[in-house]
């Protein structure tokens, strides 16, 4: 209760309204433009966000001098004008707190973050609050053009930055409770303050999955292919021909530009817009300049790519990338700037992995050792587990995984680090990405004897670049590391990488031509898992199949075993564009490797069922093709057989069962396909062909057995056509996802089902009759 002492008399509150009502017009005109300046707040740091103003009216002053009275409330009241802004997340009311401070007077005295007054244990009522003043000479500005007309200097009021949460709490408590005037009762006290903390832990989600999605939208683009770039670029820019101000769209496509590599369009797409001060523009401007002009250290190019990042830095003051970015300008040219300019980043944000990993790169090469690495070990963790987080929903790509790498290698966690590497490398989409991370290994070299797998991750990312990029500087650092008397490798080229205990291990005989790369332990319970060694044995012959001009994408590797070699030596070939086999069932690696995210949907993995006769037709080189006229008869007569044997089965509409005119070429490319094997087929069971010796073609009977094994090897046959055309195994056929149950083992499947490749295998005969061959037996034996 207010005491006697202080209380104004009828006579004294009437004499305040009065000299209130005065002064109201100033009020009502300071919260116009508080209303302007707030909104300006809002475009800027706050999109969508909320913003009220309001000017105290003569009869709420009236009421507030009753309920709390006060001698001189026109000059000691410090809410006669109030405004809020209610943001999305917490990070902007710390943006939008951080505006405010810098450009208004701050009466501090009177001014508090809510927040701060809660113990570690409770939970109520967040907010900050401000009471300000106007600061001369600060607006208007380029962002706030608001004029400020002079009466409302010196007068005070009142801005409160929250959450629309803490906003929906402060609403509803406010109204409930404040309002009452009464004391309620601790059990709907405490029901109040649950659902604070609930409210509390959904604005931390909001601001995580802010931070995330709002990186996402930057950066998706990283992850599309060449072409969906292109794709996506042309559709933004058909956009902004007729929405040119539409500055979110103008980001994407300079992000888009910068993550395909080409700074002409992103310069050409943003240039017009370089004075507007914005800088979602200015960042990628300036990150094209840069890069256009980085062999250019003197040029007005780099000079006003730079002008562009700094801007973007300060109008952007807690943007810890913008910095970094900038930094990487002066990388090579001016190191101290860049280094004074990575450690403002880091001190902005010591969080994000960009400049925390530039920072300690530098603190590394100036101290010359990593004493003090163990020191930062939770940070970097930290950093890895966010950096994977921004990898699972495709963004910040390549980079999420090339700082991954970095990380685990100061670290000293090599197989983790070389992992990450080669992942970074198979999604680069341009050959400047895999350059800039090779940089950084300058910085690490004065502690590369402390860095397990320091020179071989350079040698994986020369890879990268001379197989991916045609690099012919990579190639030349390559060839340092080549066998001394390399001589010319035979094609094809196969790779075993894995345990030899495993149960298909009869097909890994040696190919008719061409080499086989043999990297396999005896047993699992024989392998050293942490031998690097072997990692270093099958990077160099890599490094020999690349110099001698090997195609990588022509290369096979099988995988079958448990290790950490197998897991890596397996992901390292998939980066290089080699086909990758991996044996269903022949260990923790393979089977790892067909569960993760990161490679299992890669067009160059293929799950191969645990056969020989499958794991043989992987490995095996291409079957020569037939001459182009029986190589189509034979190819209708097998699609002919084919709807002749489903025609007492229900008829589907379905593609594979229209007549050959009308079949999709992919499909008549199969049966093609099926007739270039023929040949092959045949000398299994001792067979051959020729031109008859008669009048007309001898049609042999083959025997069961024969029926058998030629079945047997055109299912196979069928299986990696189909793995290669991208199918996958799955318990029920979708023919428009790709998905066939049948892509398992001969065992596996029903008798029906063989029965189609028994039913065509066994007419070879007929169909090769049609070109004018017959069938004739070399041999008594089978081979």
């Not at 564009?577 to 393979?590: D, F, L």
Request: charged fraction near 25%; glycine fraction near 6%.
């Amino acid at each position: 209760m207010p005491s006697v002492k202080n209380t104004p008399s009828p006579t004294q509150i009437v004499a305040q309204v009065r000299k209130f009502a005065k002064v109201a017009p100033r009020y009502r005109q300071y919260a116009r433009v508080l209303q302007e300046i707030l909104r300006g707040i809002e475009r800027k740091l706050a999109p969508q966000a909320i913003v009220q103003t309001r000017a105290k009216t003569v009869a709420s002053f009236a009421e507030k001098i009753v309920r709390k009275p006060s001698l001189d409330p026109v000059n000691q009241f410090t809410d006669l004008c109030g405004g809020r802004i209610i943001t999305h997340t917490q990070d902007q009311v710390r943006a939008v707190s951080a505006f405010i401070e810098a450009h208004f007077e701050i009466d501090w005295d009177n001014s508090v973050d809510v927040s701060q007054r809660l113990k570690p244990t409770e939970f109520g009522y967040r907010s900050v609050h401000y009471i300000v003043q106007l600061k001369r000479g600060v607006f208007p500005s380029s962002d706030i053009p608001v004029k400020v007309p002079d009466k409302v200097y010196g007068l005070k009021a009142e801005i409160q930055v929250r959450t629309i949460l803490e906003h929906a709490w402060a609403d509803i408590s406010h109204e409930w409770v404040y309002k009452k005037g009464f004391q309620i009762p601790d059990l709907y006290t405490r029901e109040l303050a649950g659902l604070a903390a609930t409210l509390e832990a959904a604005d931390r989600s909001f601001s995580r999955l802010q931070e995330v999605m709002q990186t996402y939208a930057t950066t998706y683009g990283a992850y599309l292919s060449p072409v969906q770039m292109r794709e996506e670029i042309a559709r933004l820019e058909i956009v902004l021909q007729y929405d040119p101000q539409n500055f979110e769209q103008l980001n994407r496509l300079g992000m888009l530009a910068v993550a395909y590599g080409d700074w002409d369009k992103a310069i050409s797409a943003l240039k017009d817009h370089e004075k507007s001060g914005r800088p979602e523009v200015l960042k990628p401007l300036g990150v094209a300049l840069c890069q256009k002009h980085k062999n250019k250290p003197q040029s007005r190019g780099l000079q006003r790519g730079r002008k562009c990042l700094e801007t973007a830095c300060e109008r952007s003051p807690h943007d810890a990338e913008a910095c970094s970015t900038l930094a990487g300008s002066w990388k090579g040219i001016d190191e101290a700037k860049a280094a004074e300019l990575y450690a403002l980043a880091y001190q902005k944000d010591a969080t994000d992995p960009y400049p925390l990993g530039n920072f300690l790169e530098r603190q590394i090469r100036d101290r010359g050792d990593m004493s003090f690495v163990p020191l930062l070990a939770p940070l970097l963790d930290g950093a890895i587990q966010k950096l994977r987080e921004q990898a699972n929903v495709g963004v910040n790509l390549p980079w999420a995984f090339f700082d991954m790498g970095k990380f685990n290698l100061i670290l000293q966690r090599p197989w983790e680090s070389l992992t990450a590497y080669a992942k970074a490398a198979q999604v680069s989409s341009a050959a400047f990405m895999i350059e800039t991370s090779l940089k950084s290994f300058r910085n690490l070299k004065v502690v590369q004897d402390q860095l397990p797998g320091y020179d071989d991750a350079i040698k994986l990312l020369l890879l990268a670049l001379a197989v991916r990029f045609q690099s012919r500087t990579a190639l030349t650092e390559l060839e340092k590391n080549a066998s001394k008397k390399l001589t010319a490798i035979k094609t094809p080229v196969v790779m075993i990488v894995g345990t030899t205990d495993s149960p298909v291990i009869s097909a890994l005989d040696n190919l008719p031509q061409g080499i086989l790369l043999n990297f396999t332990t005896q047993t699992n319970t024989d392998r050293r898992e942490d031998d690097w060694s072997d990692i270093a044995r099958i990077l160099h012959a890599w490094i020999d199949l690349v110099v001698d001009g090997v195609d990588a994408s022509k290369v096979k590797v099988l995988g079958m075993g448990s290790g950490n070699t197998e897991a890596l030596a397996l992901r390292i070939s998939l980066a290089l564009g080699a086909q990758v086999g991996v044996i269903e069932g022949s260990g923790n690696a393979s089977a790892q490797l067909l569960k993760d995210a990161d490679w299992n949907a890669l067009p160059n993995l293929f799950r191969l069922p645990s056969e020989a006769v499958i794991i043989r037709e992987f490995k095996q080189p291409p079957t020569p093709s037939l001459d182009s006229g029986p190589r189509e008869i034979l190819g209708k007569a097998i699609h002919d057989q084919y709807l002749e044997k489903r025609k007492t089965t229900p008829q589907q509409k379905v593609a594979s069962l229209a007549p050959w005119k009308e079949l999709p070429e992919n499909l008549k490319e199969s049966n093609r396909l099926q007739a270039d094997q023929i040949s092959e087929k045949l000398m299994l069971i001792g067979y051959g062909i020729r031109k008859p010796l008669g009048k007309k073609a001898r049609i042999v009977k083959f025997k069961r057995m024969e029926i058998e094994i030629m079945a047997e090897r055109e299912h196979a046959r069928w299986v990696i056509e189909r793995l290669r055309d991208g199918w996958t195994y799955g318990p029920k056929k979708d023919v428009e996802k790709k998905i066939s149950p049948y892509l398992a083992g001969w065992a596996a499947l029903s008798e029906e089902i063989k029965d189609y490749d028994r039913d065509t295998v066994k007419r070879i005969p007929e169909f090769l009759a049609q070109v004018g061959w017959e069938v004739y037996r070399i041999s008594a034996s089978t081979t």
